[in-house]
Nanobody
Framework: QVQLVESGGGLVQAGGSLRLSCVASGTSHVPHTMGWYRQAPGKQREFVAE???????NYADSVKGRFAISGDNTKNTAHLQMNSLKPEDKAVYYC??????????????WGQGTQVTVSS
């Protein structure tokens, strides 16, 4: 059974930094992507950043230049360094992993989420 556990959320003042971490267990040994989505109150869940199996990152325009994703595919870990945080970054951040099964449908698994609050 695949499980993802996030950590590192909390309260920070605008302009501050936080580092989120995610550890996945029970995953298959197949190519996968790990990343983060977030959901603010009253809004839809939105993409934040992802790390491809190749190691290449991808970011939402709203966080480019401020957030950095890193990880270790062999350890199924991902980290999101968030700098220059803004009040609009306040949300529950969800880690996910997406496994690409040869000849099959990709499977996505989600963590429980970690709250990030940015005070102005």
């Amino acid at each position: 059974q695949v499980q993802l556990v996030e950590s590192g959320g909390g309260l920070v003042q605008a302009g501050g930094s936080l580092r989120l971490s995610c550890v996945a267990s029970g995953t298959s040994h197949v190519p996968h992507t790990m990343g983060w989505y977030r959901q603010a109150p009253g809004k839809q869940r939105e993409f934040v950043a992802e790390l491809f199996h190749s190691g290449s990152p991808n970011y939402a325009d709203s966080v480019k230049g401020r957030f950095a994703i890193s990880g270790d595919n062999t350890k199924n870990t991902a980290h999101l360094q968030m700098n220059s945080l803004k009040p609009e970054d306040k949300a529950v951040y969800y880690c996910y992993t997406k496994e690409f099964i040869l000849g099959g449908t990709p499977r996505t698994y989600w963590g429980q989420g970690t709250q990030v609050t940015v005070s102005s």
